[in-house]
């Protein structure tokens, strides 16, 4: 029985991670396309090159310095928040990884783009794809354990909201007890997704 290939497109993407990002970045961001693939198939999404795809490029950025950051968003034109300019590489790469995406690696679906763009904070009303790539940054299996997070893993399975609003109370409960801001998005998310 012979294995299928991924696609040119998606082996080349691969290779490129693997020379820009860190060798623990890169085993992250393999973890996020492999458990975004399982999510979506999980919820009768078909198009595995497009989850690959997002999966793949979300951390596309995170290996920039926060000037590099700021400047691609100035750039693009892209509005930088306070928050976000004090903390560009947790929040700011996303948005920066999203630019990169169309204009280096040649991504022109408006679904993936969004994917890497909200991973991050998410946003209200989120495509599926979108919300599948933010939960699989949370529970791809090389993450540290965190509070919930079997529970979390086991519910991405069954509910893609039910899971948003879990992991974005425990991102909120956690920021308050450091001494980073909390992004706007973040907080608007969490009221959009919670029941």
């Known amino acids: 029985m012979s294995q299928k290939k991924y696609s040119p497109e ?18 992250h961001t393999l973890g996020v396309a492999y458990t975004a693939s399982c999510l979506a198939m999980a919820h009768g999404i078909n198009d595995l090159e497009s989850t690959m795809t997002s999966g793949l490029l979300h951390d596309c950025a995170k290996a920039m310095h926060g ?3 700021v400047a691609i968003c100035e750039k693009a034109h892209l509005n930088v928040t306070a928050v976000e300019r004090s903390n560009p590489t947790a929040l700011l790469h996303a948005k920066a990884g999203a630019y990169l995406a169309e204009h280096k690696y040649g991504v022109k ?9 909200y991973h991050t904070t ?9 919300k ?6 949370y529970i791809e299996p090389g993450r540290k ?37 909390t992004d706007e998005m973040t907080v608007k998310t969490y009221h959009y997704y919670k029941h």
């Open 122 to 130: 998410g946003r209200p009303n989120m495509s599926r794809l979108e």
């Open 10 to 27: 998606i082996e080349k993407i691969r290779r490129a991670m693997e020379k820009e990002l860190s060798a623990g970045r890169y085993i």
């Open 67 to 69: 000037s590099e950051l």
């Open 145 to 181: 354990q965190i509070a919930d997070l079997d529970l979390i893993r086991r519910l991405a399975y069954q509910d893609l909201d039910c899971t948003m609003e879990k992991i974005l109370a425990s991102t909120l409960a956690y920021l308050r007890t450091t001494e980073g801001q």
């Open 132 to 137: 599948i790539i933010y939960i699989a940054d």
């Open 109 to 117: 679906d408006e679904d993936i783009l969004n994917a890497i763009r």
